[in-house]
């Protein structure tokens, strides 16, 4: 079942995107593009650096097959311009005219040493939005600073509140939990702000610059550490699977009977002990929980501790299925901890269409993509198209901003695209 | 002078705990004016967010300011620039009023279980009947649609559910998972990006619409390569030395992709001088001059020499001597002395920044203004958290902090709804207007003797 109607158009037709976007911002740009904007992504004559980015289909490297690249270009257009040469500047400004937005992670300076700062680019195009996504933003001691996904979770805050009790690890390492998510954080934020300026626009017609930093948007991504410290001074220390704490809180990550976990941390309270009791009482798990005493909420916060130990060994005897399932039957909000192995099978997200098939004609065959994180029932949020082959899409973009046949021959044949 | 973004935007919010708040706070940034419908009932775990937090070692109460709905500096920061009214939306009469400003909005938004607003009568369906084009943004963990929508959430259990949980540790230890409630944050992002696109589409369209996001959805998303390795190749990501830790590779494990970008080493954390918590440098070296640099950085040791280490596969394969090596040079060195002399050499590295890192010692975020101060009414001045970016034609700062419960009753109620003066006096005390459960506030009586006042 899917609530969607794949014909409509997406909440963004009409809008066009100009990516020139590597690692830190195509994240950016694929929600620009499954949300229906024509995104077209500016490539280097042999393509981005993030086709060569594993894992690769059939294990097997080349520019075409980067899974990487596939996840993070869906939807978008793909056209090669040779940037290094005054002609390639031309064509992209003759571009960039015809754009509501420029998306761009160049090194801070960069375009503007090309002849392609902002003031340039929209002197043609005053409504022109460019967004500047880069790792420290335009200014400020750390703006040339090289960094990685790892170096923004070290910096952000999100390394010094995840890894481990001492009891799990006498180092207490910090650890980047994993996925790339601080290209991720940089990007939602990107999106924020330029879908406001966009927005803005509606209204007054006017275009803007953006300087966006994903250090920036790490920093404010660690919840309550940044306000704990600023109000109380207390930091936090890190704790095994759970929120870090300035003083040690109990463990939240219940081991199941399968060799799993369950995550069943934050959220006892009086109205949920009831059916949480009467659910481990049918399973012959309660022990002296069903005593009246545990009714009174100053009980339930003085006994936290004793409560936790009995869910922990009803939760140790069965699956974490079982555990996840009946938690949440009973009214907790339990997750078990999956791995993405479990995900494409889960029923509930099949139901929702939350898994498409994409088609891929070059290997003929289609591949199941996580799709659209909410249903838009008028503009559906989705993927309309596998990630683009490098250069796709250059000769009909051209075509579309005046460069006829003869014009687009000479400069393939100069090298330019 | 210059206008906000989303000057003229109004957002009805009937969001609580965290990751609705989250997305309205960056609605009010951007310039939308959020009013947050309030019904500050303890007994409902606080489901305005103005919990006094009671778990040691998680509040953001200042030590020397004594705990009430209006004191929590995490409250502060997360409601900037919202304006505050307090009505009880199960009554007949608040359910009227909050109709009557929807019948001004442009947007709603809750982050209740599925169906709850239904079952107030404030459903999608009901609220088209007062405003035929509004925007209804529901951010339930699993959606509104689906066998297991009325299943609960958390951002931990979001975190678990979808994946994320379990991309984060080291091989044969537990998930070490994520420190905080990242899907509460991020959840609030969707959020944010379901209201602004929605609002794109009316913009073009005319058109309103229920937009129905699941957070576990939006989680997933974020797992993408991964899955496809799954969907694609056919590769569980249950498998020895995943995850690999701050590694691109675990040492002794076939190559394979961690799903964090290009394979790298070192890629890894190291110990710095002081022997504290935090103190502690990540390098990262993605290519054989980013490493060759580094071996400059520490003086050219003679281990480094080795030509096991030329190459990126000689690397991977001795990361284990290779991230000895590198330790032993950083131990002796502050975290922030490292990361300047890696980087005036090209060296990819950072510090690992604590919260009490960010806010005092990060000179980038200082000289940016990230943590510029900004006015409460009660606490005073504090540090606030700012955009992470800097709009040209349009500047977003958060120069104020969260209204005081029911700040804006006077002006919402009275001036703007046409609630009488003793109308209001009496819902302070008969529950539509004030828990009768909760001792009324003083300056709720004060502000309405002064309106009464003034007129």
């Known amino acids: 079942m899917t609530t969607t109607e794949s014909s409509l158009p997406g909440p963004l037709a009409g809008v066009r995107v100009i990516e020139l976007a590597d690692r830190i911002g195509q994240w950016c740009g694929k929600m620009m593009a499954d949300f229906g904007a024509d995104v077209i992504k500016v490539e280097p004559l042999g393509g981005v650096a993030e086709r060569k980015v594993g894992p690769f289909y059939q294990d097997v490297p080349d520019p075409e097959r980067s899974l990487y690249f596939w996840h993070y270009n869906t939807s978008k257009r793909s056209i090669t311009i040779d940037l290094e040469q005054q002609a390639g500047r031309d064509l992209f400004r003759t571009l960039v005219d015809s754009a509501d937005i420029l998306l761009e992670t160049m090194p801070p300076g960069r375009l503007p040493s090309m002849g392609l700062g902002y003031e340039v680019l929209s002197a043609n195009n005053p409504g022109l939005i460019m967004t500047s996504l880069t790792p420290f933003g335009q200014t400020g001691p750390w703006r040339d600073y090289k960094s990685t996904d790892l170096l923004h979770l070290s910096a952000g805050g999100q390394m010094a509140g995840s890894g481990y009790d001492a009891s799990d690890d006498p180092e207490q390492q910090p650890i980047a939990p994993g996925g790339g998510n601080g290209w991720h954080m940089g990007s939602h934020y990107a999106y924020i702000g330029t879908l406001g300026a966009l927005l803005s626009r509606n209204v007054t017609g006017a275009g803007q610059y953006l300087d966006v930093s994903v250090h920036e948007a790490c920093a404010l991504t660690t919840e309550m550490h940044v306000p704990m410290y600023i109000y109380t001074g207390n930091v936090v220390q890190r704790q095994t699977g759970r929120h870090a704490g300035s003083r040690p809180t109990p463990p939240t990550q219940m081991p199941t009977g399968d060799g799993r976990y369950v995550n069943g941390g934050l959220g006892m309270n009086a109205g949920r002990m009831k059916p949480l009791v009467a659910w481990m009482d049918s399973l012959g798990g309660a022990g002296d929980l069903t005593d009246p005493k545990y009714a009174d909420p100053a009980t339930i916060m003085a006994e936290g501790a004793h409560i936790s130990e009995q869910i922990r060994t009803l939760v140790g005897r069965i699956t974490a299925d079982e555990a996840f399932h009946g938690g949440q039957q009973a009214g907790m909000p339990w997750g078990a901890v999956r791995s993405t192995d479990d995900l494409p099978a889960d029923k509930h997200f099949r139901a929702r269409g939350f898994f498409p098939d994409v088609e891929h004609p070059e290997v003929g065959r289609s591949f199941a993509y996580p799709g659209a994180a909410a249903i838009y029932p008028k503009s559906p949020w989705r993927i309309y198209r596998r990630a683009p082959l490098i250069g796709e899409d250059t000769q009909i973009v051209l075509h579309e901003i005046g460069v006829d046949a003869s014009a687009f021959a000479a400069l393939r044949a100069a090298g330019v695209v | ?455």
């Open chain 2, 1 to 455: 002078m210059t206008n906000r973004p989303l000057e003229g935007v109004r957002v009805l919010d009937l969001t609580w705990v965290r990751a609705g708040p989250w997305a309205t706070r960056w609605m009010a940034v951007l310039g939308a004016d959020v009013i947050k419908v309030e019904w500050p009932e303890p007994a409902l775990g606080g489901s305005t967010g103005r919990v006094v937090r009671t778990v040691p070692g998680m509040g953001a109460n200042p030590p020397d300011i004594a705990p009430t709905m209006n004191s929590d500096g995490h409250f502060n920061d997360m409601h900037a620039l919202k304006r505050s009214v307090t009505l009880n939306a199960r009554t007949p009469r608040g359910l009227e009023l909050v109709k009557k400003i929807l019948a001004q909005s442009d947007v709603i938004i809750e982050n209740f279980s599925a169906g709850v607003l239904s079952s107030w009568g404030l459903g999608y369906d009901e609220m088209t009947k007062v405003k035929p084009d509004i925007i209804y943004v529901s951010m339930a963990g699993f959606g509104q649609a689906g066998p297991l929508a009325e299943y609960t959430t958390m951002g931990p259990s979001v975190q678990a559910l979808s994946g994320l949980t379990s991309l984060s540790g080291v091989p044969d230890k537990p998930p070490a998972g994520w420190g905080w409630s990242y899907m509460d944050d991020t959840g609030g992002m969707y959020g944010i990006i379901g209201m602004l696109t929605a609002l794109q589409h009316r913009a073009t369209t005319g058109e309103g619409q229920h937009v129905d996001l699941s957070q576990v959805a939006a989680a997933i998303t974020l797992t993408g390569p991964a899955l496809l390795d799954l969907s694609v190749n056919g590769r569980p990501s249950r498998r020895s030395g995943f995850p690999p830790g701050n590694r691109t590779t675990w040492p002794g494990t076939p190559v394979l992709d961690n799903y964090r970008g290009p394979q790298a080493a070192p890629h890894n954390a190291y110990r710095t001088a002081g022997g504290g918590h935090n103190d502690w440098a990540t390098i990262a070296c993605s290519d054989d001059s980013e490493w060759q640099a580094l071996v400059g950085v520490m003086g050219s040791p003679t281990w480094a020499a080795d030509a096991k280490y030329a190459t990126l596969e000689g690397r991977l394969k001795h990361q284990e001597a290779l991230d000895a090596g590198i330790a032993a040079w950083a131990i002796n060195l502050d975290k922030y002395a490292l990361m300047e002399r890696c980087q005036a050499d090209g060296v990819p590295a950072m510090p690992v920044q604590s919260s009490q890192d960010r806010v005092d010692n990060d000179p980038q975020l200082r000289a940016r203004g990230m943590y510029d101060p900004a006015s409460h009414p009660l606490l005073g001045t504090w540090p606030m958290q700012h955009a992470p970016w800097q709009m040209s034609g349009t500047p977003t700062p958060v120069d104020h902090g969260a209204p005081i419960c029911g700040e804006h009753n006077i002006p919402i109620l009275v001036e703007w709804l046409g609630v009488s003066r003793e109308e209001l006096r009496e819902g302070y005390q008969d529950n539509t207007f004030w828990p009768r459960s909760v001792p009324i506030e003083s300056y709720l009586l004060e502000a309405l003797e002064h309106a009464g006042a003034a007129s």
